[in-house]
């Protein structure tokens, strides 16, 4: 049996980050949780992950500090940036440091999975 691909998810806002681990769960992913930027960049550091899903407004370090200290790290993990946030120059900021996709808010659970998918397939197309 394949192994389930594990994502990581970090989002401060408690009832969205569990929607989004209780859905992908469902989906048959291994899914761990970090409430804030700080908490996330530790866990991700590890480069255990298939999927970053990284909310872009948090306390302690915001979505781009987070890319921005993975970045010399080089862990190769896509990272899919959840953002309220729609200005180009928020988008080009994140891909600055190392945001690979963009899933605005407010998002559909089915939306969020199918692109889950298409990253873990290799299969995007933005």
Do not use: C, N, W
């Not at 994140?94 to 998002?107: E, Q, S, T």
């Not at 397939?121 to 933005?126: D, R």
């Amino acid at each position: 049996m394949e192994e389930s691909k594990k994502i990581l998810v970090i989002d401060d806002e408690e009832i969205l980050r569990m929607l989004i681990a209780d859905t992908l769960s469902f989906e048959g992913y291994t899914v761990e949780e970090a409430q804030d930027g700080q908490e996330g960049f530790d866990k991700a550091a590890t480069g255990q992950y298939d999927v970053i899903l990284l909310d872009y407004m948090m306390p302690k370090l915001t979505g781009p500090e987070v890319l921005e200290r993975l970045q010399p790290l080089a862990l190769g993990i896509p990272i899919i940036m959840l953002t309220a946030k729609a200005q180009q120059s928020d988008r080009d900021l994140a891909a600055h440091f190392g945001a690979d996709y963009f899933m605005p808010k407010p998002f559909s659970p089915s939306e969020l999975v199918a692109l889950v998918k298409q990253v873990l397939e290799g299969t995007v197309s933005l």
